[in-house]
């Protein structure tokens, strides 16, 4: 088989091509005009008019004295904020664009969603590339780190020596406010700075971003030129790219006006139509196609579109007495062309359509399975065509003209044969790429939403294993990874197949995407938007998909405050529920049980909880161990307490969970608190450093409670009083309502001492209501009327509290003795207090 060179333009030729005087003088002029106004500059054009291959010779086009870089919208993963800013980094960083801060930022926003993982060279996205990064894990010596913006920015000043870049970075307000963001926050703030380093960079090099495929990420935008949102990411941040140009590609002119009427002096459109007709056999006598008969026939049946010119040369080259001659219509072009490839190839192009991209390997895979060419020189051949556009790392798309033309050759059952080969090879990557036995081209969240993709038209996947393939995919490239899934999911549900397959498992796909979604806005602290995803959760519960679909709306209502609906939820998925699900299950019930009060059955529960997981579910163990330690805490016995307490750290180091020991560190303070009030606040000051570095505010308001405890204990009282301030700022902060009425609870007892009765009365009752609002907490309200009755502050109802929250108890061993520990404890808060 003959190897074709790629066919080529000649310089002279590609002026002609694209009728280009205007379009080119055009974007030459926007050059000229960039400075610190925001620019873009909108190619408009019907599908297959060239645009892609118009952007392509723009950036060559460029003067060196501009950076550019290119995003591809026809690529799944790069439709999502992280993958597009990670390849935009990698790009303009190439180039010398000092990305400090943004990096930082991407850290942040990777361990917020990777909690799980240290970071390191492995992991951390960048920690090659990036100086700042690999520098704080070069000085870091092999010691944990945690990616939050306090921590991150204070092993800056030790690592990095320039002093200009270190203060920079120290200065920043953005970067200083990160840990205090949402996730939703956290991901605008990562875009900005992006746009900050790009505008900083353009003082030294202007640049110019080249988008493409812009109907890719709004197929179908509503009525007025909304989309859905699903573009926002986009025009959040193309709408801070100062400095620079966009250049970016669609069939439509960009509809963003009808957000913002700012957009109309940003946006210059210019419009590419089809070929004239001097131009189209131009093109074709520089190609080899000369004679005047078939030059007139095949531009006639293009329409100027350059694709099926493009296809009608590549035509002549494998076949020069063919060239279309009797083509009359632009899908007779592509018909010719099919029939003067080899049959092998055809068939192989045909099969290759289904994946949306594809390597040399998914090419032999694919081979190999229909019994087809799989050599180097068949490979070569399919990839020199004119609608096989490269990607980086040697991957490949088809264009979609092309794959509309190809599928429609294959059969429903073909095609499901060949979705389920390529899902095998997604998969099989994903593997790879997990044990870093390989690092590919693609994007670590891309394989096993790929595998998803096609394993749903295959028809052989079943929600369970959705389920499944994004928890992986979430733990190798983050939370993104399941949005795509989900946005997959959703266009397949909008026109299904019409099989017997699709009639039993597509409300178990439905629930699927439901779930991915429900989880990730919990992530995002969205429990609104939840609970009305999940209005009815009545259904069955015994599948992994809809047992997490209740406990992620269960979850959405325990933080909205109705602990006692989702106590119920909690309960029934563990009762129902007979699969991996079931351990979370049983702990958010033993959970929710103790701090209602129910310490025998939550106890009872989390040591049976525990004996079902296997020994490597580390963290969930010392999850359960901890619960224990604090639900003897809060029943005062604190030898047991501590017991319990480093049975948890000894989990939790043995899987690696850096939140599960931050957390213990928390817990040791608060314990100390009461027996060691010195050792607690310098266990207190160790654990704030560490949960700064988390960014955990309600932890950091956990933390300076128990400082404030053992500083009124040891007489500090204007030191209490600082801590006081300083848990409630956290507490309030994180939205933690009952930790904030924890900790008034114990300001009293600092009010009292500086006999401030009226007050602390007064801080009393409002932790009472507060317990009784977020339902939790009945030992506490018995420990308020006894210090109430104690210090005679006793009022009516404090004392129709007491008298509702005593049956809510079930301590281990008797009521009395609980009583009388909570009496020594009182004993000690209450010194030097007169009644």
């Not at 006598?285 to 099926?308: D, H, K, L, N």
């Not at 909008?494 to 099989?499: D, F, G, K, V």
């Not at 351990?583 to 529960?605: K, N, T």
């Not at 500090?716 to 994180?734: H, I, M, P, W, Y």
Request: glycine residues 6%; hydrophobic residues 45%.
């Amino acid at each position: 088989m003959p190897i074709r060179p790629r066919y080529r333009r000649v310089s002279a030729l590609q002026r002609q091509f694209f009728n280009r005087e205007e379009l080119l003088g055009t974007y030459d002029d926007e050059l000229r005009r960039i400075s610190d106004r925001l620019r873009i500059l909108n190619i408009v054009g019907v599908g297959g008019i060239g645009k892609s291959r118009l952007l392509q010779e723009l950036r060559t086009r460029t003067p060196d004295s501009c950076r550019t870089a290119r995003l591809d919208l026809q690529l799944p993963t790069l439709r999502q904020q992280e993958d597009a800013l990670a390849v935009l980094r990698m790009e303009f960083g190439a180039q010398g664009v000092q990305f400090d801060r943004f990096d930082i930022a991407y850290a942040v926003l990777w361990q917020r969603v990777h909690p799980q993982l240290q970071m390191d060279r492995k992991n951390t996205p960048f920690a090659e590339d990036s100086e700042v990064l690999s520098k704080i894990l070069d000085d870091a010596m092999g010691l944990p780190v945690f990616g939050t913006a306090a921590g991150l920015v204070r092993l800056t000043g030790r690592a990095m020596s320039n002093r200009r870049r270190r203060q920079r970075i120290e200065s920043d307000p953005t970067l200083q406010e990160l840990d205090g963001l949402s996730n939703a926050e956290l991901g605008h703030a990562v875009s900005y700075l992006f746009a900050e380093e790009m505008r900083q960079s353009a003082e030294e090099k202007p640049y110019v971003l080249f988008v493409d495929a812009y109907e890719a990420m709004v197929p179908t935008p509503l009525p007025g030129g909304r989309s859905y949102g699903s573009d926002a990411w986009l025009r959040d941040l193309l709408g801070q790219l100062h400095g620079g140009l966009t250049v970016l590609a669609s069939r439509e002119p960009l509809p963003w006006s009808a957000y913002d009427k700012e957009w109309e002096s940003v946006i210059r459109q210019t419009r590419i139509d089809g070929l004239p007709m001097a131009a189209r056999l131009d093109l074709l006598a520089q190609a080899g196609i000369t004679e005047m008969p078939t030059q007139r026939t095949i531009a006639e049946a293009s329409a100027g579109v350059p694709f099926y010119l493009h296809l009608a040369v590549d035509t002549h080259a494998q076949s020069p007495a063919a060239s279309a001659t009797d083509a009359g219509t632009a899908e007779e072009i592509v018909q010719r062309f099919l029939q003067h490839v080899a049959p092998d190839e055809v068939r192989i192009l045909e099969l290759l359509s289904v994946a949306r991209t594809f390597d040399l390997g998914m090419f032999r895979e694919i081979g190999r399975s229909f019994d087809l060419p799989t050599n180097l020189l068949t490979w070569e051949s399919l990839t020199a065509y004119s609608f096989a556009y490269p990607l980086p790392g040697g991957w490949y798309r088809l264009h979609q003209l092309m794959i509309r033309a190809l599928q429609h050759h294959l059969s429903p059952s073909v095609k499901r044969h060949v979705h389920s080969v390529v899902r095998g090879y997604w998969e099989g990557l994903a593997t790879r790429m997990e044990s870093g036995a390989e690092g590919s081209g693609v994007a670590r969240s891309s394989p096993l939403r790929e595998a998803v993709h096609h394993g749903l038209h295959a028809e052989d996947i079943a929600p369970d294993r959705i389920q499944e393939h994004a928890d992986r995919a979430v733990s190798m490239s983050g939370r993104q990874a399941a949005d795509g899934m989900v946005k997959d999911i959703r266009e397949f549900l909008a026109s299904p197949p019409r099989t017997p397959w699709a009639e039993e498992a597509l409300p178990g796909i439905k629930d699927a995407a439901d779930c991915l979604d429900a989880e990730s806005k919990l992530e995002l602290g969205d429990a609104s938007t939840v609970i009305e995803m999940t209005p009815a959760l009545d259904m069955p519960v015994r599948s992994v998909v809809s047992a997490r679909l209740a406990l992620a709306g269960a979850n959405a209502r325990r933080i909205a405050g109705e602990s006692s609906h989702a106590a119920r939820i909690f309960a029934r998925v563990w009762t129902e529920h007979d699969g991996p699900a079931r351990p979370s299950a049983g702990l958010c019930v033993a959970d929710i049980r103790m701090w209602q009060g129910d310490f025998a059955g939550a106890f009872a529960l989390a040591d049976e909880v525990y004996a079902l997981c296997a020994p490597h579910d580390r963290a969930i163990r010392g999850d359960l161990k901890r619960l224990m330690h604090l639900g003897h805490r809060f029943l005062m016995d604190f030898a047991r307490a501590e017991e319990l307490l480093a049975a948890a750290e000894a989990e939790y180091r043995a899987a690696g969970a850096v939140v599960g020991l931050a957390n213990v560190r928390t817990n040791r303070a608060e314990l100390l608190a009461f027996v060691d009030p010195e050792a607690a606040v310098a266990e207190a000051g160790a654990a704030l450093e560490v949960q700064r570095d988390l960014g955990a505010q309600h932890e950091i308001g956990k933390v300076y409670t128990a400082m404030a405890i053992a500083q009124l204990r040891l007489g500090r009282l204007e030191r209490a009083e600082v801590s006081f301030r300083n848990a409630n700022t956290a507490l309030d902060r994180a939205g933690y309502r009952s930790g904030r009425a924890r900790a008034d609870l114990f300001r009293t007892f600092l009010l009292l001492r500086r006999g401030e009765r009226e007050a602390a009365r007064a801080l009393l009752v409002h932790a009472t209501r507060e317990f009784e609002t977020c339902q939790v907490y009945p030992s506490l309200v018995l420990a308020i009327g006894a210090a109430a009755a104690r210090t005679g502050l006793l009022t009516p109802e404090l004392e129709a509290a007491v008298d509702r929250a005593r049956p809510l108890l079930r301590p281990l061993g008797t009521l009395e003795a609980l009583e009388r520990r909570t009496d020594e404890v009182l004993s000690m808060l209450l010194e030097e207090v007169a009644p």
